[in-house]
């Protein structure tokens, strides 16, 4: 089975404009969160399409490594963000973003 | 044997130094110990350095008499800059040891003198302390005065020059606490500093003239020089002779600057007799005889040095008549007789100068000395009568004075010497040397000639006027009927310059010229004058019309207490003139020294008080400053300073107003933020 990789760039771009919407549209902390995974995923989408696509034969795993690597960030980034949005929680009795604002100048 | 070789292998010259170290020494032993061992110690001190300093110029005579060619002793280099180079030297010539044998020989008389004169006379004045000082004054001046006459630069003559005028300003003002108002003396001192100070003036620009066309100052090389290079440079040398003339005018009291040397008079009589009448007042002359080469090219300012000379001697003979006081009488004599070897050096007699000059030195000296002896005479008198009253009583004034001869033998004799030697009658001293300028003036300039005349008819006529009113007829006061002769140490020296004054003729007599030939080794163009005989004659005739005019006036009809003088009546207001000086003091006050002090006060008061420093000071520069400083402080400082300080916190204040707004707070807008970042990197990265 041999998929062109214009079709898996495609969607990888579809997954992160999601994610980017995500991001800016919603105002819950755990979805904002869910779309940045997405974008992180997409991306890592592209890294696979991409070494499959470009890579000679025997450097064929580096994109490979490097989508390990970046799951690996987003899980502590997972771990991390999670944290803060219980903190936040915790004090604000809520998770929407729009609710924490101190910072306005 | 031995000394003939010494005299004849010049040997004698080695000492010249000592000329000058001798009286140094002297002045240096009295103000260490002239005070603790008492003034018979201070007088000997005194007298016995100048006259060793004498014994050195009789030396000097004796090795001038193998070599009249004479030597130039250096003792140090002196000043040397550059190419000017200006040696420390003694110039031993005919013409120098002419005049340091006359003034060592009557300076050590008229010291001896003053041993006796200044022990009266320190008691008179109340300060016996001040013997050794004058003793001090009187060494440093002979000091000064070998070194003006043994100079070998016109700078070293300076030197000297000064010297004695300091000498002369410290020795009137010797009583400084003294005279008129307690200030008098010193008023007097102070007059004939600033007056000498005009013509030291004229001496300096001499001084720079000269160097600057010669390059030298030395004696030798500047005459070498004018024989050189004379004719071509007659202007310059005009104009340095005509300042050097200045500067003769003011030490040897000649018009205009002749005002000081009355009031001279001020000091002790031997500092009369010394500096006021022999020495100091003849320097001016000794210079222009020593620069005779250069007057022998500027005939021009020769021919008006003969005319300031004759003027001054009729001028001041003129006063000398209408004077009662008896030293004001002698100063006046002396600026006359001064004229007379100021025109003798003038027409270009230079050997009728000095032989007048030294003749001059003797006779005058001794009118001097007698003149003391008679003032302190008639203060034993005054002394002997006085009960107590303390009457202020003038010793001075002749006419307090007559009927001495009988009470002061031995001072009218000698003083009778004195004035027919003054007089012009043969055969005393004043005589041939008189008669040898009226010579030479009845040769080179008949206008002169017969100013020196008069001048010496005037002469005789008040000198006998003196002698009449002092020594003859009655007492007119009771000091003088009271009074006593002095003490053999003030007589014997009058004795012997009486002496001198009757056989100082014999210097240059007609026929034999001994100074002539003498003085023929340093001063060319030197001319033995005939004896004239109708010149002569004449002089004699007038001396003698006048002497007996005098003693019409003064001696037939007894003059009493009171009575006033008899010229008087005759002359009216031209013998109030004579009386007053024909207000030359007055003159110049009114010229010269009102406007000065006019134009100071207004300098002082006007320009430096009033415009200087209260306008310009206080209120242009004071107040410039203020505003000035007030500007910087409340506009510059608070406006601009401050300004920009407050403006650019206002204007961050403002930026971040405005800039606020951007901080929502919210998140998603920073993540658009962040967004639109992104891309704007990336489409230039894939599209820039």
């Known amino acids: 089975m041999n998929i062109p990789p214009a079709y898996v760039l495609t969607l990888s771009g579809i997954l992160f404009a999601l994610g980017v919407i995500g991001v800016l549209i919603r105002r819950n902390a755990i979805v904002i969160f869910m ?52 903190a936040i929680f915790r004090s604000k009795e809520s998770i929407d973003v729009d609710e924490v604002s101190s910072l306005r100048g | 044997m031995v000394l003939l070789e010494v005299v004849q292998g010049g040997g004698f010259f080695a000492y010249a130094p000592l000329i000058i170290a001798l009286p140094i020494l002297g002045l240096i032993t009295n103000i260490i110990f002239g005070r ?62 002419t005049m340091m044998l006359m003034v060592t020989g009557v300076s050590t008389l008229i010291h001896i003198y003053a041993i006796g004169y200044m022990h009266e006379d320190v008691r008179f004045q109340g300060d016996p302390g001040r013997y050794a000082r004058f003793f001090i004054f009187f060494n440093l001046f002979v000091a000064a005065m070998m070194v003006l006459v043994s ?21 009137i003002g010797f009583w400084y606490e003294k005279g008129e108002d307690g200030i008098g003396n010193a008023v007097a001192g102070k007059k004939a500093f600033v007056t000498n100070r005009i013509g030291d003036f004229g001496f300096l620009i001499a001084m720079f003239l000269i160097f600057g066309a010669v390059g030298s100052l030395q004696f030798d090389q500047v005459f070498h020089w004018v024989h ?10 005009s104009v340095a002779t005509l300042f050097l003339l200045l500067g003769a005018t003011g030490k040897s009291a000649q018009l205009p600057l002749f005002v000081w040397l009355p009031d001279a008079m001020a000091g002790p009589t031997p500092v009369s007799a010394l500096i006021h009448a022999a020495t100091m007042v003849t320097a001016g002359i000794y210079m222009i005889a020593r620069s005779a080469p250069l007057f022998e090219v500027a005939q021009s300012t020769a021919n008006l040095v003969a005319w300031v000379g004759a003027v001054t001697a009729l001028f001041a003979a003129t006063i000398a008549v209408g004077q009662f006081d008896i030293k004001r009488v002698l100063a006046y004599s ?38 003391g002896s008679v003032i302190q005479g008639v203060e034993h008198g005054h002394h002997h009568i006085e009960h107590g009253d303390g009457e202020p009583f003038e010793p001075q004034d002749m006419r307090n004075m007559g009927g001495l001869r009988s009470r002061m033998k031995v001072t009218y004799w000698v003083y009778l010497i004195g004035a027919l030697a003054l007089a012009g009658l043969p055969p005393l001293a004043g005589f041939f040397s008189k008669d040898e300028i009226l010579a030479d003036a009845n040769m080179e300039n008949m206008g002169v000639y017969i100013l020196l005349a008069a001048a010496a008819f005037l002469t005789a006529f008040y000198m006998g006027r003196q002698i009449l009113m002092v020594f003859f007829g009655k007492a007119r006061s009771e000091a003088a009927a009271h009074a006593t002769e002095n003490p053999p140490v003030m007589t014997i020296p009058l004795m012997a310059l009486a002496a001198l004054a009757i056989f100082g003729g014999a210097l240059n007599l007609p026929g034999v010229h001994k100074l002539t030939d003498w003085l023929a080794h340093t001063i060319e163009h030197v001319h033995a004058t005939e004896f004239n005989v109708l010149v002569a004659g004449l002089s004699v005739l007038f001396a003698l019309i006048a002497i007996g005019f005098s003693w019409l006036l003064y001696g037939r009809k007894t003059m009493k207490e009171g009575d006033p003088d008899p010229l008087r009546k005759i002359l009216g207001p031209i013998f109030v003139g004579m009386e007053n000086k024909w207000w030359v003091d007055e003159l110049y006050d009114f010229l010269i020294i009102r406007p000065y002090v006019a134009i100071s006060w207004f300098l002082a008061d006007v320009v430096d008080w009033r415009f200087w420093h209260d ?55 920073y993540a658009l933020a962040v967004l639109v970042g992104g891309v704007l990197v990336l489409s230039y990265f894939i599209f820039g």
Request: charged fraction near 10%; charge should be neutral; hydrophobic fraction near 55%.
């Open chain 1, 35 to 86: 779309s940045i995974e997405l974008m992180l995923n997409s991306a890592n989408l592209a890294l696979i399409a991409f070494a499959r696509t470009f890579a000679p034969a025997q450097e064929a795993l580096r994109g490979h490594v490097f989508v390990f690597f970046v799951i690996a960030v987003a899980a502590s980034e997972v771990a991390v963000g999670l944290a803060l949005i219980v």
């Open chain 2, 36 to 97: 603790r061992l008492g003034e018979r110690f201070a007088g000997i001190v005194a007298s016995g350095a100048v006259a060793l300093a004498f014994v050195i110029a009789i030396l000097q005579f004796l090795a001038l008499q193998a070599h009249p060619e004479g030597v130039t002793i250096p003792i140090a280099e002196w000043i040397s800059v550059g190419s000017l180079s200006i040696p420390w030297a003694i110039k031993v010539d005919t013409l120098s040891t």
């Open chain 2, 151 to 171: 100079a070998d630069n016109y700078l070293m003559m300076f030197v000297g020059w000064e010297g004695v005028g300091l000498c002369s300003y410290l020795l």
């Open chain 2, 228 to 237: 050189e290079h004379g004719l071509a440079n007659v202007g310059v040398i």
């Open chain 2, 334 to 371: 002396t600026i006359s007789q001064l004229g007379f070897m100021m025109a003798a050096v003038g027409i270009g007699a230079y050997v009728a100068g000095m032989f007048h000059l030294v003749a001059h030195a003797f006779f005058k000296a001794l009118l001097f000395l007698s003149a």
């Open chain 2, 615 to 669: 306008w310009f000071h206080d209120s242009v520069l004071g107040s410039a400053y203020r505003n000035g400083s007030r500007w910087l402080a409340w506009v510059f400082d608070l406006r601009v300073i401050d300004g920009i300080g407050n403006g650019l916190g206002n204007i961050t204040s403002w930026g971040s107003q405005r800039l606020r707004v951007l901080q929502t707070g919210y998140v998603r807008n």
